[in-house]
């Protein structure tokens, strides 16, 4: 069964940096694209941007520009969103989900980032 | 960027109930549309996609319509496991922007 893995919580420091990782599995890893989007305490839902795993080429948002990069390894099937100059206002949860053609089908469990001094 | 904007942001109603919630886009997004749920402490689930289409797995009581810029999201005879928060997403262009959520609670 399609499964999405994520990594486990993280607590870091303002001015860190944060790797996450999404590891794929029960499906062609590389058929799929993947989204990254995080919900900050008792918010709404935020688009972070997208990996092909395919040929690793990524889409951030414009408001990560600079700071996010998203990669991936085809040999472990995984895909990882690292997150860079951490501010207390990145304490959210991370989650990655799998984009099949309109829908976003299968999600990671989330990932809490904890930013705090 | 595309806004979303819900409405109601929070919505009170019983089981049994049928509901209606509405999203707005502030341009057109050619119905590239979709909905989700979100329980608390859990990844959102896919609803529906493309405006009106249902997921796979989801019951037929969820429904989605709409096109252009208005959206509306209709679930009926409420039962106890659809309390949840509900999104709307464009994905007709980038950034990927949802809605506010909507809270739905058991009267």
């Known amino acids: 069964q399609v499964q999405l893995v994520q990594s486990g919580a993280e607590v870091k420091k303002p001015g860190a940096s944060v790797k996450i990782s999404c590891k794929a599995s029960?499906?062609?890893?590389?058929?799929?694209?993947i989204h990254w989007v995080r919900q900050a305490p008792g918010q709404g839902l935020e688009w972070m941007g997208i990996?092909?795993?395919?040929?690793?080429?990524?889409s951030y948002a414009q408001k990560f520009q600079g700071r996010v990069t998203m990669t991936r390894d085809t040999s472990t099937s995984t895909v990882y969103m690292e997150l860079s100059s951490l501010k207390s206002e990145d304490t959210a949860v991370y989650y990655c989900a799998r984009k099949s053609i309109a829908v976003w089908d299968y999600w990671g469990q989330g990932t809490l980032v904890t930013v705090s001094s | 960027d595309i806004q979303m904007t819900q409405s109601p942001s929070s919505l009170s109603a019983s089981v049994g109930d049928r509901v209606t919630i509405t999203c707005r886009a502030s341009?057109?997004?050619?119905?590239?549309l979709a909905w989700f749920q979100q329980k608390p402490g859990k990844a959102p689930k896919s609803l529906i996609y493309?405006?009106?289409s249902l997921q796979s797995g989801v019951p037929s009581k969820f429904s989605g319509s709409g096109s252009g810029t208005d959206f509306t999201l209709t679930i009926s005879s409420l039962q106890p496991e659809d309390f949840a928060t509900y999104y709307c997403?464009?994905?007709?262009?980038?950034?990927?922007?949802f809605g506010q959520g909507t809270r739905l609670e058991i009267k």
């Open positions: 990996i092909n795993p395919s040929g690793g080429s990524t």
């Open positions: 493309a405006a009106s």
């Open positions: 997403q464009q994905y007709n262009s980038y950034p990927i922007t």
């Open positions: 341009q057109g997004i050619n119905n590239y």
């Open positions: 029960g499906y062609t890893f590389t058929s799929y694209y």
